[in-house]
């Protein structure tokens, strides 16, 4: 018998009655030479305040051109690939990357631009204004938009900082995506025993 009357069925598909209320709306339409210049007005660039651009003009390693060459066949790939490099205390892995960064174009990677930064520094610049993980995401986007690589020396480190009480996700963790599906790239290091 519940099924002889269809209201009763389906209440909200019924109205006893329908008001109708204005709601003024601002809408702002922009001429094609005003649409022009707000797309060429810079926009604030927020990793230059979370990061240090990487600059080196001496010479760091000695006998690791193999090495460097690998780094770069890895950096010219066809795919964006982030790469950890692990060794023990001491063996030149951030002297690696810094040579890296010096000859990055002999190694045919002029564009290349690597932007270094610690975890504990990422927490503490990202921690205003929304929370880190809403401003790591721009960071990840503006990284992405101007294809520049994050160089962070402590891999461990990025999954110890940002958890806390009621929230169990860490930076490491949350970039996890972003390097999956190769939309930013990651140069780190760690030692044996962190990895």
Not at 54 to 59: A, C, I, L, Y
Not at 128 to 134: A, M, N, P, S, V
């Amino acid at each position: 018998k519940r099924l002889k009357s269809a209201r009763t069925i389906f209440p909200l598909f019924w109205y006893e009655s329908i008001n109708i209320t204005n709601i003024p709306q601002h809408l702002e339409f922009h001429t094609l030479t005003e649409l022009r210049d707000l797309q060429s007005q810079k926009k604030k660039r927020i990793v230059p305040e979370v990061a240090e651009r990487m600059s080196v003009t001496t010479k760091e390693t000695f006998e690791m051109d193999e090495e460097l060459g690998q780094l770069a066949r890895i950096a010219k790939g066809r795919y964006y690939r982030s790469i950890l490099l692990v060794g023990p205390s001491g063996s030149g892995k951030t002297a690696l990357v810094r040579e890296f960064e010096r000859t990055k174009e002999s190694l045919g990677l002029p564009g290349l631009k690597l932007w270094e930064v610690t975890a504990a520094r990422l927490i503490l610049k990202l921690s205003t204004g929304g929370g880190w993980q809403k401003n790591l995401s721009l960071v990840c986007e503006e990284l992405a938009e101007y294809q520049e690589s994050l160089f962070v020396p402590n891999f461990a480190q990025l999954f110890e900082v940002g958890r806390y009480i009621g929230n169990e996700i860490s930076i490491g963790e949350y970039l996890k995506d972003y390097i999956a599906r190769g939309q930013i790239t990651l140069i780190s290091e760690c030692t044996d025993e962190e990895f």
